[in-house]
């Protein structure tokens, strides 16, 4: 049986411009997001149905959110107490690379090889199966998605469907290739000949990781919402479980998970309930049969302080990535996951990123939105996405040395002389009415000496030229043929 994995060219996110241009030229591509876009939105519309009943929970849900920011760090520490007090071994990680060196540790402790992963977006955001395979160490995806873009050397285009950018043949073949597999387009058959290939890998794995979807103050549960029971799996029969998960996804209350689980999946792919829902409470205790022997949670921190730092920036923490803001956004709908270059794609990743990153590599992002506010209206937990989007544009634009209370990590990354200068003249002449109707009045007399080329505007545009006349002159010749 054959496991090669084939490597792939992973965009980045400073390339943003290039790699849209790429997508938008890949028509199976754009039909493939099409159809799976208007599949989402349609089951979304069903399931939630009741306007009054999604109003009422949208903000019961955003609430609960904010409340439990608004508290973070006391709860993190209630979260490690009672977490700790139920054998669970809770380690804090400022940065990816002290996240992967815990993880790293923790399987060397245990001499492991092999570790079987349930989906965790934030292990793809640190990189870890990249870090492991550079010290000898297997890590096999289990998320039926997270395996396909894993065999095909690629990463998740979407946070809640890791491989919907792929058709069944393209899988069918990706099998076949790589463990074996007769060549089919029955999809019962390929998800079958994935939990055949991933029974083995369960049951010899050293170490099994997952990540979290809520993680509850008050009792120390660790919630993990799936339908393909590889989480359950991946978490109690490897003799070792390790969790982790970004610090914000800390609610303080057991009650307030169900609202949150009410709209989680129905946003997500317009699923009432999903087959699963873990509810984790330590390692496994001496009266019961399964379960790990030995638990671990890692906290990851990762720019979050820096979105926590200002209470307007802190709602973009707020997220329960669903992904229900990608599929109804129109610019990923037609570049897909890919082009943005960055482990959160999508509405939620343009404002997200350049926190996790820095706005240097991800300057471009947050000005890839129409502003069409469709990602706001569907948000569970009303985050003011594009509000979010034009405060980071204002903040790539600052100038580098500009003195603010809460700076953005790159502040400045698209900051230019030219630019600060243009802004400057626009605000001149815009100002007042004189000097308005002075360069209204110079531009209609030299409208022939108009650039062709006006910097970055005739990419998408026809170059702008002002009218023979101005709308003044255009009034004032009407009135004097009314005799007015």
């Known amino acids: 049986m054959r496991t090669e994995q084939t490597v792939h060219f992973h965009p980045r996110p400073e390339t943003f411009k290039a790699n849209a241009r790429e997508a938008l030229a890949d028509k199976p591509l754009r039909k493939s997001l099409r159809t799976a876009m208007d599949m989402l939105m349609t089951k979304r519309k069903i399931v939630l149905s009741d306007e009054q009943e999604l109003q009422m929970l949208r903000t019961l849900c955003e609430h609960i959110r904010q409340r439990s920011l608004s508290k973070l760090p006391d709860l993190l520490e209630q979260l490690e107490s009672n977490l700790t007090r139920l054998g669970v071994k809770v380690h804090w990680a400022e940065t990816p690379d002290e996240a992967c060196r815990i993880i790293h540790g923790i399987i060397m402790h245990h001499q492991g090889k092999l570790m079987v992963k349930g989906k965790s977006m934030v292990s793809e955001e640190i990189e870890l199966n990249h870090y492991l395979a550079d010290r000898g160490i297997k890590a096999v995806e289990s998320d039926l998605g997270e395996y396909i873009v894993q065999m095909a050397g690629e990463k ?14 393209q899988v069918s073949e990706l099998f076949h290739n790589n463990i074996g597999t007769p060549l089919t387009d029955d999809v019962d058959q390929l998800t079958g000949f994935a939990r055949q290939a991933l029974r083995d890998v369960y049951r010899t794995a050293d170490v099994g990781l997952s990540g979290v979807n809520f993680a509850v103050a008050e009792t120390g549960t660790l919630c993990l919402v799936e339908n393909e029971g590889n989480g359950r799996l991946s ?33 997500a792919i317009g699923q009432n309930i999903t087959t699963y829902f873990n509810m984790i409470t330590g390692p496994r205790r001496s009266d ?7 638990m671990h949670l890692v906290l990851l921190d990762n720019g979050r302080s820096q979105a926590y730092g200002e209470e307007q920036m802190r709602r973009t923490l707020q997220c329960i990535r669903c992904g229900a803001c990608m599929n109804h956004c129109p610019v990923y709908t037609r570049i897909g996951g890919a082009a943005y270059g960055t482990t959160y794609p999508g509405p939620i990743g343009e404002i997200l990123s350049p926190h996790l990153l820095g706005l240097e590599p991800t300057r471009d992002l947050p000005t890839a939105c129409t502003m069409c506010g469709a990602c706001v209206e569907v948000c569970p937990v009303k985050i003011p996405i594009t ?7 204002e903040e790539a634009q600052r100038a580098p040395d500009e003195a603010v209370p809460y700076p953005i990590k790159g502040q400045g990354a698209s900051h230019t002389l030219g630019e600060q200068l243009a802004w400057r003249m ?24 108009t650039p062709g080329k006006q910097l970055t505007w005739t990419d998408n545009h026809v170059p702008m030229k002002p009218a023979p006349k101005s709308l003044h002159q255009l009034m004032k010749e009407k009135q004097q043929k009314n005799g007015g």
């Open 156 to 169: 998740p285009t979407h946070i809640v469907m890791p491989a919907i950018h792929k058709t069944k043949e």
């Open 426 to 449: 626009f605000d001149g002449i815009f100002a007042g009415k004189t000097a308005y109707r002075m360069f209204g009045a110079l531009a209609t007399k030299f409208r022939g000496l």
């Open 288 to 294: 019961e049969l399964d379960g790990p022997q030995e």
């Open 235 to 267: 978490t109690t029969v490897p003799p070792v479980h390790i969790a982790i998960t970004g610090i914000e996804k800390v609610v303080a209350k057991l009650s307030d998970i169900p609202p949150l689980y009410s709209l989680l999946p129905r946003s």
């Open 387 to 393: 509000e979010q989007m034009q405060r980071l544009r």
